[in-house]
Every structure is written in C-alpha cells, then in structure tokens.
C-alpha cells in the first residue's frame, strides 16, 4: 500500500493521518489465481518459457483490418506471412482490432495445427459501442439512464463481433469521469459513480450473454484500471493525484460491480496514482484486484503502457519495465512485444519468478478456456453467421430507439419542440446538417459509414422539399461565403434550426480540449443567423452534436430551444428527426453537469461542501469565481421531455433509522401536461455531519415512471445503513450516525428535502 502514502499524507492530518498511514488488516492480500485445472497444468508443464512468454503477447492485428487507423504511428506493421510465423511458434497469444472470418480462420488454423501446444488465438476490438451497426457513444447512451437499454445495445454489439471473428472487448469503460475536458469522457457514463455502477453491470452482462461459451459472446474488460477519470486537467495521459479514500470511494466500485457481474478481464491504465504507474502498481493490480477483491481473471496493458513505465521514469529499460509491469500483475502486454523479448531471459536471471510467469499463463489459459477456444477454437469464426448478423433489422432498429433515449432537451421555451410536420419551411443550417462522417463519433473502429443516416435525411423524410440544408462553416474553420448563404437561408425560412457541435475527432482518446465550447467560427455562424432572424421572430433551435459536456455561450446558450444529441451512430439522422417532429418525446438525463464556462472544470454536482459555500447574496470571500456562480448552466440528472411534470413533497416512513434497519423515502410525481410522460425520479442524499467533509448531494437510485397526462405515480425508494456509508480513513466503508438530508427530484439541483436521523 505504499503506491498510495504520498496522496494520504498530503490530504490527512492529525490522528486521522497516522491511523491511515498504519498498515491496514485486508484478508487475502496474496495472490489470487484461477482453481487448479488439470488440462491447463499440464499444458503449463509442457510449455517453454518462451511459449509462455508468447500467451502473455497480443498485438494489433495487420493482416485483416477494417476501418481507419486508430493506434499511435509507431505501430509496427507486418505482413500475413510474418504473423503466421509467430503464430506457429508460438509467439502470439492473441490479435486485436481486426475483423473477418475468413481471415480469423486462416491464422486459427496456424495456432491450433502448427503451434507447439495448439493453444488457440483470442481475437479482441475496441467494441466500444457497436461494430458496422454503431450505438450512441456510451456517454450519450449513459444520458438514457436505462440499463435494460445498455444490456440490449451491448448484446447486439457482442452479437456483430462474434459474427465478425471477436472473442473479447476492450469494453466497457468504467472510468468515472469528473472533469468535462478529458476527451475520454464520451467512452463512459459521467460523472457519477451510482449512475456507472448500474451500467457497467449492464452493459458486462450484455456484452458476456448466458454464457461465455455462447458464440455470440465476448468476454468484457472493463477498463481503465484505475483513476483514469481523475487525470489532473483532464489532460490525456496525465497523472491521477489523489487520496486513496476518493480512489476507493469514486472510481472503483464501478470495476468491483463490473468484476461481481462476471467480466473476467480488465486492462491497466495509462495514468501514475500518487506516483505509480497503474501498470506497474502491484498494490492495484494484486493487492486490491487479487487479494481483496478474489479476481481471477487476467489483466491486459493499454496500447504499450508496459514500455511506457520507461518515459514515466518508473523503470530503467525495457528489460525493468517487463519485469516491474508482470510483477505487479500485469498478466498480458500489448503491442510493444517487450513480455516476448525479455521475459524469458528475466526468468533465467531470477528477477521474475518462474511462479509468477506461470501465474499469467495460467489467467490467460482460464480466459480461453471460459470462451470454450479449447473445446472449439473456431468458435465466432462462421461464414455464415457474418453475412447474416450483422446489420440485422432488429438491430437497426434497435440503434434508432437507443438514439432517441439518448436524446436531452436541455431548454424548450414556448414549448417551441416539437417542430410541425408539415406547413413550415425549416432551415438546417451547420456543419453536422448533411454529415456522415461524424455519425458514428469517436471509438467506432469498424463503422459502415456508408450507411449512417444524416440529420439532413431524417428531416428529409419527414419534411421532403419543405427541408433547406446549408452548411454555413466547418466545425473548426469557416468557409468562404457560408455565413451569408446561411443567413439568406434563414430568412427564407419559417424556422432555423442549427446544427452545431463537435466532429468526432474532437473527442475520445487524445483529444483533451482547454475550451469546451462550440468553436469559434460556428459560434460566429449561430450569432449571424440569430441576428439576422431577431426581428421576424422567426424560432431558432440548436440541437448539439457532441463527445462531452459543453460549455455554451452567446446565441448557441440564448437560443429558445436546445437538444443535446451526442454522437448517436447509424440511425442518427432517424433518431433526432424522431424526437424533433414529435413522434417520440425526448426521456434523456444528462449523465455529466455542463458548466457556465470551460475554466469551471472539473466541476461535478456531488462536489465536497466547503467552509465557505456561496450561500447568500453576499459574494465576498465564498468559494467561487469572480465571473460566475457556481451553479452548472444545466445540472447532472437534467432533462426536460414534451409534457409538465411536479414532484410532490419527499417524505420518510420514519425521523430515525437505526444501524440495522431500512427506511422508506417516498414523493409523489405527476404528469401535469397534455402528453404522455416518460420520467427519471432520481433520490438523493447529504450527510449533513460526518468526520470527513461530504457531497453536497449523492445520487442513491433512480426510477423510470411512465405516466398518462394527469396521471399521479407515488415512488418509492428503500435506504439502509449501507446506503448512507462512506470511505474511512482506514480505507473501510462505514456510515456514521447524525442527521441526512434527502430528496426525490427531477435533478441533481431540485426537489424539496426531507430529513431523518441514523441512530446508532
């Protein structure tokens, strides 16, 4: 546990500091490996140390790749006859992120007929949120707050990457995400760690089936382990400095949740905790992952993060780093061949244990035992399943309604949504109007680009030739005289609806942004256009396209109506004209809080209260900025639909709650408008005094109600003593007595409060 002293000293003083620099008492701290299995023993026996060192490296797969490049430029390409060769020898464990049976075929055939041992390949992709029928980016689907929802689309992904020759994914990401310039934010589900914990479960269960063995299952890896979420400005790669009690308390219950519901693998991040790289940080990888949590499955590096423990200045040469990285629990490396190069003269030396070698192997063998690879190695490798699943109908389908629930109305004045169908010319001014190439948004390697429906096809079906489409900018740079063909446009139109946002390279991995704001030349596109309109009275709504919280400003913030779409997939275009004509109303939630402005980040709404909270009109000397308050322009849980809804009074079955009970918190919620209403109750709860500084809010549960116009709901929620814990000084969760605060709202920011007493 020394990874973590610097981070606990630094934040704890005082008795609380030397309690928590005490060794803490964890059972099982040693290493935990899968049960003995006779068949994988002898296979163990019979292997050389370089064989073994071949089951413990994957590496992208150059011989049958489908998509545009993703990997760094030091990938190193090699041909078809190359792989073969290590595969034969038993150098190669397994590839990753390229598709194709018949390809997947060939060089199976080559490790279960030449290799020394016939030990099969493990085919894995980057299924982030679908194949060649591509979902809502995970932070967009995380915005439905439907884990039914994330189960089915994560079922459907597994279902085209098995038909396409995958057994495993680098999915999902659970890294909880707290600051809004990170561009890896879109691979997740926000800001919260409640929210993550209930789609990790879904989308493992969804992504893993029945059974691992079915051939339309893959084995998940959440990722990244850990704290990746936390890195210092939400820049790429950066360091995650903090106390061990928020490393356990906000970002790892969602890989426990994840590891509890079956995933048997996860891979290591790039990020140092307190100064130690995760993947070479035994006290993550084995002391917690193994010792304290029972995980049996293996541990796979990033894309080089094993070398990469050199640029760190955490290891000397390649040689230390493979030795640092495998004796911290790193079971397998990618990409940078370092495990083959110098694990077996490493072995030899005696500084790797030849136990701990065999460790790896053995969590390597369990995995491809648990996908049925030695029962039958061509599992996921049939001709015929790839021509008949994928691009199914039910799945297409399926990518429409997961666009449409991902949808959030952040404003509708006037009820200006929904648009008419007919009667209205509509003007759809902006660079995503008439976009393919966007669709499908970042980490979507093997999209069908080809068939993603555009904005502009959505509205046109809808509207046929009553639908004017104009460009006006590019995302980043303007054009020559697209302004004014924009602004004529708008004129001649009844209606203006702008489409404005982010391209898909804007967000994901590498692409931190210091300004989360739309870009200049469309903020100058939307400020022309809404001037030019003023007079006439002419609506103007902005629908976003987007991987992250945005910052909004000038006629983009003041425009009457604002949808926040993300980056839906295939059935984009059909998704939001679904919601903007009206045929569906919008039932999203924001999963992340977008601020007044970028320089608010990180800002997340179960922040710590501090001592001098701006509370009162009285500004001087509070914590906040000069410039704003510090209220989110649209807070996490925010989501408005085409109906009116009010929440009635929350209510406790009780004023007291004792250690070993359960208390009830109820409010009534009712449908006052004209429409069919789909809303997400969400409860939560202050401790209002503990022995460490609390959220101001927490998110405990959260109910989907269905309700007629005028229909009345009373929903129910049950907390107990666990639901109320927090992380101690000495690193265990425990709740403590006093009085809590809780709510039943529509937001993170609303709902009137009840309160109870926890009694020891």
């Given at each position: 546990?020394?990874?973590?002293?610097?981070?606990?000293?630094?934040?704890?003083?005082?008795?609380a500091?030397?309690?928590a620099?005490?060794?803490?008492?964890?059972?099982?701290?040693?290493?935990?490996?899968?049960?003995?299995?006779?068949?994988i023993e002898s296979l163990?026996?019979?292997?050389?140390?370089?064989?073994?060192?071949?089951?413990l490296?994957?590496?992208s797969?150059?011989?049958?790749?489908?998509?545009?490049?993703i990997?760094?430029?030091?990938?190193?390409?090699?041909?078809?006859?190359?792989?073969?060769?290590?595969?034969a020898?038993?150098r190669i464990?397994?590839?990753?992120?390229?598709?194709?049976?018949?390809?997947?075929?060939?060089?199976?055939?080559?490790?279960v007929?030449q290799?020394?041992?016939?030990i099969?390949?493990?085919?894995?992709?980057?299924?982030?949120?679908?194949?060649?029928?591509?979902?809502?980016?995970p932070?967009?689907?995380?915005?439905?707050?439907?884990?039914d929802?994330?189960r089915r689309?994560?079922?459907a992904a597994?279902?085209?990457?098995?038909?396409?020759?995958?057994?495993?994914t680098?999915?999902?990401?659970v890294?909880?995400?707290?600051?809004?310039?990170w561009g890896?934010?879109s691979e997740?589900?926000?800001?919260?760690?409640?929210?993550?914990?209930?789609?990790?479960?879904?989308?493992?269960?969804g992504f893993?089936?029945?059974?691992?063995?079915d051939?339309?299952?893959?084995?998940?890896?959440?990722?990244?382990?850990?704290?990746?979420?936390?890195?210092?400005?939400?820049?790429?790669?950066?360091?995650a400095?903090?106390?061990?009690?928020?490393?356990?308390e906000?970002h790892l219950?969602?890989?426990?949740?994840?590891?509890?519901?079956?995933?048997?693998?996860?891979?290591?991040s790039f990020n140092?905790?307190?100064?130690?790289?995760?993947?070479?940080?035994?006290?993550?990888?084995?002391?917690?992952?193994?010792?304290?949590?029972?995980?049996?499955?293996?541990?796979?590096s990033?894309?080089?993060?094993e070398?990469?423990?050199?640029?760190h200045?955490?290891?000397?040469?390649?040689?230390?780093?493979t030795?640092k990285?495998?004796?911290?629990?790193c079971?397998?490396?990618?990409?940078?061949?370092?495990?083959?190069?110098?694990?077996?003269?490493?072995?030899?030396s005696?500084k790797v244990?030849?136990?701990?070698l065999?460790?790896?192997?053995?969590?390597?063998?369990?995995?491809?035992?648990?996908?049925?690879?030695?029962?039958?190695?061509?599992?996921?490798?049939?001709?015929?399943?790839?021509q008949?699943?994928?691009?199914?109908?039910?799945?297409?389908a399926?990518?429409?309604e997961?666009?449409?629930?991902?949808?959030?109305l952040?404003?509708n004045?006037?009820n200006?949504?929904?648009?008419?169908?007919?009667g209205?010319k509509?003007?759809?001014?902006?660079?995503?109007?008439?976009d393919?190439?966007?669709?499908?948004?970042?980490?979507?390697?093997?999209?069908d680009?080809?068939t993603c429906v555009?904005?502009?096809?959505?509205f046109?079906?809808?509207?046929?030739?009553?639908?004017?489409?104009?460009k006006?900018?590019?995302?980043?740079t303007?054009?020559?005289g697209?302004i004014a063909a924009?602004?004529?446009?708008?004129?001649?139109a009844?209606i203006?609806?702008l489409?404005?946002?982010?391209?898909?390279?804007?967000?994901?991995?590498?692409?931190?942004?210091?300004d989360i704001?739309?870009?200049?030349?469309?903020?100058?596109?939307a400020e022309?256009?809404?001037a030019?309109v003023?007079?006439s009275?002419?609506p103007?709504?902005?629908?976003?396209?987007?991987?992250?919280?945005?910052?909004?400003?000038?006629?983009v913030?003041?425009?009457?109506?604002?949808?926040?779409?993300?980056?839906?997939?295939?059935?984009?275009?059909?998704?939001i004209?679904?919601?903007?004509?009206?045929?569906?109303?919008?039932?999203?939630?924001?999963?992340?809080?977008?601020?007044?402005?970028?320089?608010?980040e990180?800002f997340?709404?179960?922040h710590?209260?501090?001592?001098r909270p701006?509370?009162?009109?009285d500004?001087s000397?509070?914590?906040?900025?000069?410039?704003?308050?510090?209220?989110?322009?649209?807070?996490?849980?925010?989501?408005?639909s085409?109906?009116?809804?009010?929440?009635?009074?929350?209510?406790?079955?009780?004023?007291?709650?004792?250690?070993?009970g359960?208390?009830?918190?109820?409010?009534?919620?009712?449908?006052?408008?004209?429409?069919?209403?789909h809303?997400?109750a969400?409860?939560?709860?202050?401790?209002?005094?503990?022995?460490?500084?609390?959220?101001?809010?927490?998110?405990?549960?959260?109910?989907?109600?269905d309700?007629?116009p005028?229909?009345?709901i009373?929903v129910?929620?049950?907390?107990?003593?666990?639901?109320?814990?927090?992380?101690?000084?000495?690193?265990k969760?425990?709740a403590?007595?006093?009085?809590?605060?809780?709510?039943?709202?529509?937001s993170?920011?609303?709902g009137?409060v009840?309160?109870?007493?926890?009694?020891?």
């Open positions: 546990m020394a990874a973590f002293t610097p981070s606990r000293r630094f934040f704890l003083q005082g008795a500091a030397t309690a620099l005490m060794p803490v008492a964890a059972p099982g701290l040693a290493k935990v490996t899968p049960a003995a299995d006779p068949f163990i026996q019979r292997m050389s140390i370089e064989e073994k060192a071949g089951q490296s994957i590496y797969d150059t011989t049958r790749f489908d998509g545009p490049p990997n760094p430029t030091s990938e190193q390409a090699q041909g078809k006859e190359k792989v073969k060769a290590d595969i020898a038993g464990t397994g590839l990753f992120n390229g598709i194709g049976v018949a390809g997947g075929r060939e060089l199976q055939q080559v490790a007929e290799s020394p041992h016939k099969p390949l493990v085919f894995a992709g980057d299924i982030i949120h679908g194949v060649k029928t591509t979902f809502p980016i932070l967009g689907e995380s915005a439905s707050w439907d884990t929802l994330a689309t994560a079922r597994a279902l085209e990457a098995t038909a396409k020759g995958l057994h495993w680098f999915a999902p990401m890294d909880v995400a707290r600051d809004q310039r890896r934010v997740g589900s926000g800001e919260d760690t409640y929210l993550g914990i209930q789609l990790a479960v879904a989308r493992v269960k893993q089936g029945d059974s691992l063995k051939e339309t299952s893959v084995v998940a890896c959440p990722k990244h382990f850990a704290a990746y979420g936390a890195v210092q400005g939400g820049m790429e790669y950066n360091t400095d903090i106390p061990e009690t928020t490393l356990r906000v219950p969602p890989f426990k949740a994840a590891f509890d519901a079956g995933a048997l693998t996860t891979m290591s140092d905790i307190a100064g130690v790289p995760s993947t070479g940080n035994h006290y993550l990888l084995t002391d917690i992952l193994r010792g304290e949590w029972g995980f049996k499955g293996l541990v796979v990033d894309y080089t993060s070398e990469e423990l050199i640029l200045g955490f290891a000397a040469d390649g040689a230390d780093a030795a990285a495998i004796n911290a629990g079971d397998m490396g990618m990409q940078s061949g370092l495990y083959m190069k110098y694990l077996p003269e490493l072995v030899r005696g244990k030849l136990a701990v065999d460790e790896a192997v053995r969590r390597v063998l369990y995995v491809k035992k648990a996908l049925g690879l030695f029962d039958n190695p061509y599992r996921s490798l049939d001709l015929k399943r790839e008949t699943d994928v691009r199914r109908p039910e799945t297409i399926l990518a429409r997961a666009g449409r629930k991902s949808c959030v952040l404003k004045e006037g200006l949504l929904p648009l008419p169908k007919s209205k509509i003007a759809l001014i902006g660079p995503f109007g008439n393919k190439e966007n669709c499908p948004g970042p980490w979507a390697v093997f999209p680009v080809d555009t904005w502009e096809a959505g046109r079906a809808v509207l046929g030739d009553a639908l004017t489409v104009v006006g900018s590019e995302a980043e303007p054009i020559e697209g924009a602004v004529k446009a708008a004129k001649a009844d203006v609806v489409a404005l946002g982010e391209t898909g390279n804007m967000s994901g991995e590498a692409q931190s942004r210091v704001s739309v870009p200049e030349p469309q903020l100058e596109l022309a256009v809404a030019a003023k007079d009275g002419k103007v709504v902005v629908i976003l396209k987007h991987g992250r919280a945005l910052a909004l400003t000038g006629a913030k003041e425009a009457p109506a604002i949808l926040a779409t993300w980056f839906l997939g295939s059935e984009e275009g059909n998704a004209a679904d919601i903007v004509f009206g045929d569906y109303a919008p039932q999203g939630r924001l999963p992340v809080s977008f601020p007044q402005a970028s320089g608010q990180p997340y709404y179960n710590r209260i501090t001592g701006q509370i009162s009109e500004k000397f509070k914590a906040r900025y000069r410039e704003v308050t510090n209220d989110a322009l649209y807070p996490f849980g925010h989501g408005l085409y109906s009116s809804v009010s929440y009635g009074p929350t209510s406790v079955s009780a004023p007291t709650l004792a250690m070993t359960a208390i009830k918190v109820t409010a009534t919620v009712t449908n006052t408008g004209e429409r069919a209403l809303e997400v969400q409860l939560y709860i202050h401790d209002k005094v503990a022995s460490m500084t609390q959220p101001i809010r927490a998110l405990k549960g959260f109910r989907h109600l309700l007629a005028g229909e009345s009373a129910e929620f049950t907390l107990t003593p666990a639901d109320l814990a927090f992380v101690h000084p000495n690193l969760p425990s403590e007595a006093g009085q809590f605060d809780v709510w039943i709202a529509p993170s920011t609303s009137t009840a309160s109870f007493m926890l009694i020891a």
